[in-house]
């Protein structure tokens, strides 16, 4: 009643950005493993889970670090692999769902070229620390949806949690 009829709307879906971590954590004296850990992980699929995270927001590197030192008993923390698995990808000019292969690949190329770059850090590159979420609108001409960034609980592998001596 109240808009233009003759306006085009187009709604579409948010797509999944699923954030992939893997830390070293050292603990303070008097703490154990697996209290830790398991806090660590509540905390860091809280504070970057689906109820906190808005669309198109950006997952900083920093905002990890600082999200791991709010829980007791950590010391410090080394972060080894920061990126994010799409949930989807463009095929012939249409975006579709990744297949568990696809993510099983992109998974281990996360891993491989993250080690890779390890070795570079003395040559001073190193990949950039933040995962960008797409905030919606056109991509090269097509409409694309805006990306939620998440740590997700479906895929435990991509939040992995090494101690450390401190």
Request: charged share 25%.
């Amino acid at each position: 009643r109240l808009g233009d009829a003759d306006v085009p709307l187009h709604v579409v879906s948010r797509e999944l950005r699923a954030l992939v971590l893997s830390a070293n954590v050292a603990l303070l004296p008097d703490y154990e493993w697996e209290p830790v850990a398991v806090a660590l992980r509540r905390h860091l699929l809280e504070r970057f889970g689906f109820a906190k995270r808005a669309l198109g927001q950006h997952a900083r590197l920093s905002e990890v670090i600082a999200a791991m030192h709010e829980v007791r008993g950590v010391s410090w923390v080394d972060i080894d692999v920061f990126a994010s698995i799409p949930e989807k990808r463009m095929v012939d000019g249409v975006r579709r769902l990744i297949t568990q292969d696809e993510i099983a690949a992109r998974m281990t190329g996360v891993l491989q070229a993250t080690a890779a770059e390890r070795g570079t850090v003395a040559a001073g590159r190193r990949s950039p620390p933040d995962v960008l979420a797409f905030p919606g609108g056109l991509d090269r001409g097509v409409l694309r949806p805006a990306e939620l960034a998440i740590f997700t609980p479906e895929v435990p592998d991509c939040l992995v949690l090494n101690q450390v001596p401190s």
